[in-house]
């Protein structure tokens, strides 16, 4: 199994570095970077501007996207992908799912939408689950609310 190229995009650079530091350790799992809001993750994912040279910035199998930042919200994010590459997969995440429409970013091409984890333990049950999810792309997931239907991922 090769590693997972985990981009992670949040507006909060001491969550970025959190997650990278707890990230580090877990197998399987290379943050490629961290960006910290919509149109510089547009730009990392596009290959523009500073992260032209993929060899630096190499395209993530992995997105951990914050749905609350400025300028470009998470579901704004997913919106403006380009559709015609390979999607990785992404987990739209935010402290609060009150004012998330799961059903769109699902529609938009979120691959899990959830709570972001409270603390260590959550942060890599959820780490397992994703990897599960990208090993196994065939198998079932246990609630047909957290897929993506019809994209071969869950």
């Keep these: 199994m090769h590693l997972i190229k985990t981009l992670i995009v949040d507006d909060s650079p001491d969550e970025c570095r959190l997650l990278s530091v707890l990230l580090a350790d877990t197998a399987d799992i290379e943050v490629i970077g961290s960006v910290h809001d919509g149109p510089e993750a ?3 994912l596009d290959g523009m501007a500073q992260f032209q040279d993929r060899g630096a910035f190499p395209y993530p199998d992995l997105i951990l996207l914050d749905f609350e930042m400025p300028r470009l919200n998470g579901l704004e994010v997913l919106a403006r992908m380009d ?3 390979e ?3 992404i987990v ?3 402290n609060s799912l009150d004012h998330l429409n799961s059903s769109a970013a699902m529609a938009l091409g979120a691959d899990l939408v959830m709570k972001k984890p ?3 333990r959550e942060l890599y049950a959820t780490i397992d689950l994703i990897k599960n999810r990208i090993y196994h792309p065939y198998s079932t997931s246990p609630n047909p609310e957290t897929h993506r239907a019809g994209m071969g991922k869950w």
Aim: aromatic letters at 20%.
């Design 92 to 94: 739209l995440w935010s």
């Design 87 to 89: 999607t990785p997969f």
């Design 118 to 120: 409270a603390n260590c």
């Design 83 to 85: 559709q015609t590459r």
């Design 42 to 44: 547009r730009k990392y």
